[in-house]
């Protein structure tokens, strides 16, 4: 398999939300709302400062996707890149179709001076864990809080 990485365009925007939704319910059993999901989609292309996608294509079909938001650090002087909403559809995975995804994001973020990539995955979820370790990646110290503000849907 030849994997081509390239930006998502808003033409992707129903294979996202799809990919988003699907991913969703495979690793929380979360049903989104489609429009809030699509919106919001929707607002990273509005708003660059927000981030970017990525597909990763084989002979022009879809394959996957995954999402790069941007973390300052002041104790470091620049910005971690955070990979989320990283989906392969089933019959593409385990054929590197994530790690080409990964390695366009580590070199872009080398050329943009990041100072490092960041994700999170659940706590159960071994196979990624495994993966993302593959790679490289380090389990960090830090444990994660949330307080949601909104109703999310």
Same mark, same amino acid.
């Given at each position: $398999?030849?994997?081509?990485?390239?930006?998502?365009?808003? =033409?992707?925007? /129903?294979?996202?939300?799809? *990919?988003? +939704?699907?991913?969703?319910? @495979?690793?929380?059993?979360?049903?989104?709302?489609?429009?809030?999901?699509?919106?919001?989609?929707?607002?990273?292309?509005?708003?660059? #400062?927000?981030?970017? &996608?990525?597909?990763? @294509?084989?002979?022009?079909?879809?394959?996957? =996707?995954?999402?790069?938001? &941007?973390?300052? =650090?002041? *104790? #470091?002087?620049?910005?971690?890149?955070?990979?989320?909403?990283?989906?392969?559809? /089933?019959?593409?995975?385990?054929?590197?179709?994530?790690?080409?995804? &990964? +390695?366009?994001? @580590?070199?872009? !973020?080398?050329?943009?001076? +990041?100072?490092?990539?960041?994700?999170?995955?659940?706590?159960?979820?071994?196979?990624?864990?495994?993966?993302? @370790?593959?790679?490289? $990646?380090?389990?960090?110290?830090?444990? $994660? &809080?949330?307080? $949601?503000? !909104?109703? =999310?849907?």
């Amino acid at each position: $398999m030849s994997v081509l990485i390239r930006p998502a365009t808003l =033409s992707d925007l /129903p294979e996202l939300t799809a *990919w988003n +939704a699907a991913m969703a319910w @495979e690793t929380e059993h979360k049903r989104l709302h489609p429009p809030t999901l699509e919106r919001g989609i929707a607002a990273v292309f509005e708003q660059p #400062r927000r981030g970017f &996608y990525l597909v990763a @294509e084989d002979d022009g079909e879809a394959l996957g =996707s995954l999402l790069v938001t &941007y973390e300052w =650090s002041d *104790w #470091r002087c620049g910005d971690f890149w955070w990979i989320q909403s990283v989906y392969v559809i /089933p019959a593409a995975r385990r054929r590197g179709v994530f790690r080409a995804l &990964y +390695a366009a994001v @580590e070199q872009r !973020a080398a050329e943009a001076g +990041a100072v490092g990539l960041r994700l999170y995955v659940e706590t159960e979820n071994a196979r990624a864990q495994g993966t993302y @370790e593959g790679l490289g $990646m380090q389990r960090c110290h830090y444990v $994660m &809080y949330e307080a $949601m503000l !909104a109703d =999310s849907a």
